[in-house]
């Protein structure tokens, strides 16, 4: 039974973003295929008594700082000792930031396939040492990993090009909904325009909610997420949500069957993510037939595709596409029925998990490969008699 460990996320099963979702896709499938499954995580990624769990999976929790500058250097510090110690036949490895612990996994004999997620550096979220560190994380990530996996075809080009380095495009997937589910009280179908982001500056987040107040007079304004950290735009949206009773903001939800309800039945989802490549929450929304208005970028019309609707990140245009569009339902179907079909196709959960597991068995069977060449007797000895 070949081993697995996977590292970088908040733990298995979590729902805290993209990283989570696919391990809580991943871990089961390829437990499910034979292997030896370890995913690590942080004190509280994961909630008691989850119906998801896959109990073939193993999970080990490792100590570090939660802060948001140092969680994720400082859990993936400890995570990868671990796994050092423990030695798997291969290591999966979430986010470049963890490029820094990658020798110790090549020291103990662990190959490495690595997502290395966005461009961490162009993220306005981020100070100028932090995208520092996220830029030489890339480059240790570039000389260390075994393998590297781009969620999106444009940041591939950019890795070829920035640090000489090819890999593996491997999307996020997402589930199709056998069903009608039922709407969130208090909404009717097609009428309201949903946001699911992370609240940061380069999600468009601030310019939706300035959005959101012209909209709320024609149509209600559903905003689920947060900054995970409290701020500025967290204060925003709560009091949006205080002041007018057609905005309401949820904050975080795990709750998946009520998040895809909300996709199903929205009149438009606004996606206003300006990096990152193939986000998740775009294309499970895709799957739940959602019609979509996404902010104009290359990675949105790669996953998309350039027949969708797209605006520029400012209120004005968000909010004059959101009301031409909520006017036009033959329009809104259409890319509903476009957008289920395209994640159908492109974007399925088998298919994902499959080109995973085929790497990491590229990645075992070279591994078996150096070591029997290493072990080979007096494999140079015979030249010399």
Known sequence: MPSVAIIGTRGYPSYYGGFETAVR?????????????????????????????????????TAGIESRS????????????????????????????????????????VPTLVNVDGIEWDRAKWGLLAKRVFRVGARMTAKYGSRLVYDAIEIGRR????????????????????????????????SYVLMVARFVPENSVPAFLDAAVKISAWA???????????????????????????????????????????WQHAGIYFHGHSVGGTNPALVQAMACGAPVLARDTVYNREVLGSSSEFCQ?????????????????????????????????????????????????????????????????????????
């Open 159 to 190: 890795w070829k090009r920035d640090f000489g380095v090819e890999g593996e495009f491997i999307p996020y997937g997402g589930d199709t909904l056998s069903e009608e589910l039922p709407v969130e009280p208090g909404l009717e179908h097609r």
């Open 313 to 385: 990140p400012d209120a004005d245009s968000i909010t004059e596409a959101v009301l031409r569009l909520l006017d036009d339902r033959t329009r809104l179907d259409e890319l509903s029925t476009q957008n289920v079909q395209r994640a159908t196709s492109d974007y399925s959960w088998e298919m994902v998990n499959s080109r995973y597991e085929a790497a990491l068995l590229q990645l075992l069977s070279s591994r078996e490969a150096a070591i029997a060449g290493s072990t080979a007797p007096f494999a140079g000895a015979a030249k010399d008699h």
């Open 25 to 61: 896709r991943l871990a089961p499938f390829l437990a499910e295929r034979g292997w030896d499954v370890t995913v690590y995580g942080r004190p509280g990624g994961t909630k008691a008594g989850d119906p998801s769990l896959d109990t073939r999976v193993k999970s080990v929790v």
């Open 70 to 109: 140092l969680s994720t250097l400082s859990y993936g510090l400890t995570s990868t000792f671990d796994a050092s110690q423990r030695r798997p036949d291969v290591a999966l490895v979430m986010n470049v930031a963890n490029g820094f612990w990658l020798p110790m996994l090549k020291r103990a004999g």
């Open 220 to 262: 209600d304004v559903i905003i689920v997420g947060s900054s995970g950290y409290g701020g500025e735009l967290d204060q925003r949206a709560a009091q949006l949500d205080a002041e007018n009773p057609r905005v309401r903001c949820l904050g975080h939800l795990s709750d998946d069957r009520r998040l895809h309800s909300l």
